[in-house]
């Protein structure tokens, strides 16, 4: 049985390449984590609402070979698989969308398989979870409070994506989630704009006032700050040619979690995380250029 549940939207991704053309790959924020925690060795299940047209069937695929259990994830006949673009310019990377009324927006509460949700140690979810419709954000405020009923642990990563949600509604909901957390995983732009603060610190402090007790905000390329109630370390940042950062931070998001699963505590899962994420930048798309366990520790520990 999985160890770490994602729940979110799986996204099919079309990513632009130096020459104009558009490789095909695979998103969707919550699905990158599963992913990526997969590749560290951790258990991992997704669940979701998935259409039954062929970039569901290709999801299917790549979670099967991926190892990320899909028992938890139901197909609707009636709805489609959501997609998006990503087209790179001077300000870096951009997402076009095409998923309003996606299968994964209609989740319901109703959906939740309780069971698998009370068997699983850590509920990954985000603010794009909530951000696809008004079903899809009660669905996992019902998943937070199935999972922590039953001892399990709670991790958020905002993801602010303003072309989904005014940002007074993503604030109001994403905090209201997040003060029913266990693990905080923002962004620093994404908490920048939540907050209205700049100083990472004061960012780290407001978080952990929520009563999340670790907070891991990640700082692009200068690396991640990571606090609990008692202890904080700055985690600097890792030089690298980076292609393209879309996915870095649902890969910071899957390592992380996959370490602290396997018995690290905040600040060695940050350490690794941070060397995860970094890799990940160095080749186009969310999911292709995510790095494996071997991969990570031939860094921190070369031969
Ligand atoms: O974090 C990367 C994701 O944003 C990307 O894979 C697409 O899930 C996605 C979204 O909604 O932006």
Redesign the pocket.
Known sequence: TPELMCL????M?FNQQPDGSYRPG???????CAIAAARQGARVGYLTRLGADVFGDGFMDLWSVEGVDTTTVRRDKKART?I?F?THGAEGHV?S?Y?AGSASSLMTPDDLPVDALRATKILHV?G?SQ??SQSAADTVFAAIDVVREAGGRVSYDP?L?L??WPLDRARAVIHGAMARCDIALPGIDDAMQLTGLNDPDRIVDFYLSLGTGIVALTLGSDGALVATPDTRHRIPGRKVDAVDA?????TFDGAFLARLLAGNDPFEAAHYANVAAALSTQGFG?VAPMPRAADVEGVMCPR
């Open positions: 979110g939207e799986p996204l991704e695979h998103g969707g924020d919550t699905s990158n959501g998006y990503v997402f969308y998923r985000s794009i951000a696809i993801n994506r072309a989904l879309t996915g870095a931070g649902d969310a």
